[in-house]
């Protein structure tokens, strides 16, 4: 059983709906241990496009690292991934971060992701779920930290469930308390 790190990525459609499919779909290819916040964040490379939503999830698997990365891209095509230029904007994106302690350099796989350590977007939610990890050589993640500070991401705040009747049950509570208060002054 080996300890991986998955980045999560969506520019494209919507957003939070390919990363909580994704999430749910990650089970089919190890044990989700922690799954981080949300960040939105300024695009970084390629042409010009809208901000990215990025997580990253935290799995236990009994893949090897090839397996693991094939499982990803069939979570991708699930979403309608479309592969154009590099860096063009996608409905789902799915990084190899880390493979426990592995190195992995084969046509096609890179393990750590050859980019991590120069992409807030990666490193602030990893670190969140997973706060000393560290590169196969030891090296801690947080250190790298400090050398993206200037890059924009900030915690993604879901408001679609404020339904309605979330909004008119508010109304509801608010004026029955100005009506209980009122009675409780007429009394004085
Ligand atoms: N590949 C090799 N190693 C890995 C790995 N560790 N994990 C190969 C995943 N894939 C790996 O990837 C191209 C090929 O990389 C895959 O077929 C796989 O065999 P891709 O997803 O088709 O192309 P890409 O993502 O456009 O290229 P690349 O170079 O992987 O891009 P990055 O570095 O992942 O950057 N800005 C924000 N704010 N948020 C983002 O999520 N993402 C990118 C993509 C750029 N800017 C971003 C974001
Ligand atoms: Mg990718």
Redesign the pocket.
């Known amino acids: 059983m080996t300890r991986a790190a998955?980045?999560?990525?969506?520019?494209l459609g919507d957003r939070l709906g390919h990363l909580e499919a994704a999430n749910e779909a990650l089970e089919s290819v190890g044990r989700v241990v922690a799954t981080s916040p949300i960040y939105e964040?300024?695009?970084?490379?390629?042409p010009e496009?809208g901000?990215?939503?990025?997580a990253v999830t935290v799995i236990d698997t009994e893949l090897a690292?090839r397996a693991l990365?094939d499982g990803?891209?069939d979570i991708?095509r699930s979403r309608d991934?479309e592969?154009t230029?590099?860096?063009?904007p996608?409905t789902l994106?799915?990084?190899?971060?880390l493979?426990g302690q592995e190195t992995?350099d084969e046509?096609?796989?890179?393990?750590?992701?050859?980019?991590?350590v120069e992409?807030r977007?990666?490193l602030d939610p990893l670190l969140d779920v997973w706060p000393d990890a560290a590169l196969p050589d030891g090296t801690a993640l947080q250190g790298f930290r400090e050398g993206v500070a200037d890059?924009t991401?900030e915690r993604f705040i879901d408001e679609s469930g404020f339904k309605p009747w979330t909004a008119l049950a508010v109304f509801l509570i608010f004026n029955i308390a100005a009506v209980i208060i009122w009675r409780i002054i007429l009394l004085f």
């Open positions: 998955i980045a999560l990525g969506s520019n964040t300024a695009p970084i490379g390629g496009q901000s990215y939503l990025n690292p990365l990803l891209l991708e991934r592969r230029e590099q860096w063009a996608r994106d799915l990084d190899l971060l493979y992995v046509p096609g796989l890179t393990v750590p992701h050859p980019r991590m992409r977007f990666v890059q991401v």
